[in-house]
Structures are given as C-alpha cells and as structure tokens.
C-alpha cells in the first residue's frame, strides 16, 4: 500500500475541508499532488527551499532543471517574477487562468532552488478549480511540476501519480481524469520575439492572437534536435514520457495519406510472428485492422479530427504500452503539426526510442 493519503474531491466543486487539509500539508513543508487543466503536479511551497528539495529528490528530478511556479493571482505573479513588461502582464490578463506558462526574471526572494538555480523563474496561473483553491488555500504560491518520476509519461489520474510516487507524496488530491492531458505551452518572452520552449495546449496560432507578435517554433520546440546547439531550457536535454518498451515514431515524411497507410502497415507486418502494438488514431487503427486483424495490439488515441482527444489520452497510453504482455514494440502514428499536433509531436519524439520517416 503507498504511503500517500488520497483526498478524493469534486473537480468543479472540491470540498473546502479537503482543500485546507492539503494546504496544511504544504504549509508543513510536505508534497501534494494535485490536479491541474494540463496534468496532475507535484506541489511544494514554493517559498520553503527544503520543500522544494524534496519535490526534486521524490521525482529523481536533476537540480538543475527548474520547476513551474504556480500562481492564482497577479499579485503573486509580482512576488515570484521581477520586471515583468507591461505587454506580458496585459497579455497574461487575457490567457491566465490557462495552461500557458511563460519564464520571466525571477524575483531575488523566490529561492533559487525553484528555478535549478537559474536569474529566471516560469510561472503560471492554472485554470483547475482544485489547484486555485488549494493556492488560495495556502496564500502563496506553489512550485510543481508533473507528479511523474523523471523521464517517465505525465500523470493524467491520480492512479498515475500513486503507481509512480505513491511511497514519496504526503496527499494526493483526486479529481479524476486532467482535461488537457498534457502539459503547459512554456513560452520565453525575454528573448526579443517571445519563443516557445515547450509546445503544448496553446499553440502558436493562437499564442500569436494572446501576445499580439509573432512567435518563434525553434527546431527542440518540435522536440528535433539540433546538433552543437545549447538547449535553453534546461528541461529540453533529458528523455522524456518514454514508456519502457521500443516505441518506434513513423514520421510522415512527405508520404500523402495513402502512402502513409501503406508504409506504418508494411512496418508492422514486418514484425511478425511477435505481435507488435500500434498506437494510433482510431481511423487509421481501423484502417489497419481490415488489414491485419488481430496480428497487432492496437492502442487508440482517439479521433484524427480532434487532435486534442489525442492529446488528452497520450500519456495513458504510454503507461499502458507497458503492460501489454508479450509486446516488446510499438509503432506510433504521426499527427499533423498544427495547433496542439505541436505538442503532441514534440511528446512523441522525445518518448520515442527510434523514429523512421515514410518514404
Ligand atoms: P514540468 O514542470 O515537469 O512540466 O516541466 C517544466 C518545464 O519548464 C521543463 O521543461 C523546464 O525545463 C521548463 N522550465 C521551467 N523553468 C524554466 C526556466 N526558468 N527557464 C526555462 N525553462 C524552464
Ligand atoms: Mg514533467
């Protein structure tokens, strides 16, 4: 049985008593998981650096890639950040509460252990109604990032958070299932044109509207690496989501749908007499299957037409891969690289082993 007490509470509608009983829990100094918009986070009172030390020792997080600073106010986003330009504060009016997080200067009071040591601080305002209440709750903010153990998929239920950190965490909130399912667009807007570190839920269409700019999608946005170049986030240099098993990323390539199709088919077809699995829209899971039949275990992510059903059920399915017996590979489909399709590219390479490109 994991050590953690779990407080199962109403998503829209969390009781208060369970709300002030994890904010007491920060206030001592001890970890909540809670549930945001994007994932559930692991939670320390972003002011205690000897709390913040054990967010990084429970996750077997390295200390110098930074933690999120959650928010629930704009008056706390001024006790976390210094300097913060007038065209961030009114862009964040419109965006926060949401699930866009954007690197400031970090305020010399916030202690340094947050931020892995570094002059800036990323910091966002979550839309879930349990994680501003618990904020609220506890009167200051809350540094957390995914309640995952490092380089694993992001935790998406409360299930998630136990089979990881079940043994490390003091109380896990419970709300069910997160509504994005996956992480926080993370955007740098002390460059000279705001550029995206981290692609996620707001994608680069609509993060053009909120900043009124363009904005940059350099190559590690797109989780591509660029040989020789320094990642400027810290976070962008480690392995990421990566379920234990070959997870092969067939990229498109320049292949048109029905070439596509054909080559992810001979792939699998090629994997036989071991089963392989397939982590796939639910069009193309068919698809395949008129083909194939059973020889494949299919995992479906949801609908090609809505790239945010995919998004959502991502990381579950990772952590699924891993308990498919007799599955040693799976192959994932490639989505198109629009909107939140950004994110769900830059989670797919970056917890791939292997990536081929259609041809
Ligand atoms: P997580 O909280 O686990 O979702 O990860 C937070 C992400 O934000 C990581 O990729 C970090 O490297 C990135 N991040 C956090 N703080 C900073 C910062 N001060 N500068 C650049 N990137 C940051
Ligand atoms: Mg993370």
Redesign the pocket.
């Known amino acids: 049985m994991p050590r953690a007490r779990v407080l199962r509470v109403d998503p829209l509608r969390p009781s208060g008593e369970a709300i002030e009983e994890a904010a007491e829990v920060l206030r001592g100094g001890g970890l909540v998981a809670f549930p945001t918009e994007t994932?559930y986070?692991l939670g320390a009172d972003a002011f205690n650096p000897e709390a913040v030390y054990r967010v990084y020792r429970a996750k077997r997080r390295p200390l110098d890639?930074?933690?999120?600073v959650h928010v629930s106010s704009p008056e706390m986003l001024h006790r976390v950040a210094a300097d913060v330009p007038d065209w961030v504060a009114s862009a964040l009016s419109v965006a926060w509460p949401g699930p866009l997080?954007v690197?400031l200067r970090?305020n010399p009071s916030l202690p340094a252990a947050v931020?892995?040591g570094?002059e800036?601080?990323?910091v966002r305002c979550p839309a879930h109604p349990v994680a501003l209440k618990l904020i609220e709750a506890l009167g200051g903010p809350v540094a957390?990032?995914?309640a995952n153990i490092a380089g694993r998929p992001?935790p998406t239920r409360a299930e998630h958070v136990l089979e990881d950190l079940g043994d490390e965490v003091d109380v896990v909130v419970d709300a069910g299932e997160t509504f994005f399912g996956i992480?926080?667009t993370?955007v740098?807007v002390l460059s000279p044109r705001p550029r995206i570190?981290?692609p996620g839920p707001v994608g680069p269409e609509e993060l053009e509207k909120v900043f009124g700019t363009k904005i940059d999608v350099p190559p590690f946005a797109r989780g591509v690496e660029v040989f020789g170049e320094r990642p400027?986030?810290?976070?962008?240099k480690y392995r990421h989501y990566a379920p234990s098993k070959r997870l092969v990323l067939v990229e498109r390539g320049s292949c048109d749908d029905s070439s596509y199709l054909e080559f992810l088919t001979r792939m699998l077809e090629s994997h036989s007499p071991e089963p392989p699995a397939l982590l796939a829209s639910n069009e193309t899971s068919d698809a395949v299957r008129e083909r194939l039949g059973d020889s494949v275990a299919y995992i479906r992510l949801g609908s090609r037409g809505n790239l945010f059903e995919i998004a959502k059920n991502l990381f579950s399915s990772l952590r699924s891969l891993d308990r498919h017996e007799g599955v040693s590979v799976a192959f994932s489909e490639a989505v198109e690289e629009r909107g939140v399709g950004l994110a769900i590219m830059n989670r797919l390479r970056k917890a791939s082993s292997e990536r081929i490109i259609c041809a």
Not at 65 to 68: A, D, G, R, V
């Open positions: 994932v986070g890639n930074p933690l999120i997080t690197v970090r931020s892995g570094l800036t601080v990323a957390a990032p995914s992001s992480e926080s993370v740098d570190l981290r400027p986030s810290p976070g962008l």
